[in-house]
Nanobody
């Protein structure tokens, strides 16, 4: 059973940075970060497809150039580096994962994920 645990959230001022971590992935192929604010749906911000030591990351337009997702293979830890944070980046951030599916080799964010962490809160003040 896959259990994902996030850490690294906190409160920062606009322009600041945070690094989120998520452990428990093992050799999961599709890994992603989502965020959610109260009253809104969950938004996918980054997805990584991982095969061997190769990772390919894709980002939502709203975070591209500011957020970086990567996996450290030695520890099987997924990270999300958040830079240039703005108040609209505030929310609860979740990591998620699912196995490889032949019909979804690119790990589309719109496809349901099987495993979820409990979330970690990010608050950005102006």
């Amino acid at each position: 059973q896959v259990q994902l645990v996030e850490s690294g959230g906190g409160s920062v001022q606009a322009g600041g940075s945070l690094r989120l971590s998520c452990v428990g992935f093992g050799s999961i192929y599709c890994m992603a970060w989502f965020r959610q604010v109260p009253g809104k749906g969950r938004e996918g911000v980054a997805v990584i497809r991982s095969s061997g030591n190769t990772n390919v990351a894709m980002y939502a337009d709203s975070v591209r150039g500011r957020f970086t997702a990567f996996k450290e293979h030695a520890s099987n830890t997924l990270y999300l580096q958040l830079s240039g944070l703005q108040p609209e980046d505030s929310g609860k951030y979740y990591c998620a994962g699912r196995p490889f599916r032949a019909w979804d080799p690119l790990c589309a964010l719109g496809v349901s994920f099987d495993y979820w962490g409990q979330g970690t809160q990010v608050t950005v003040s102006s």
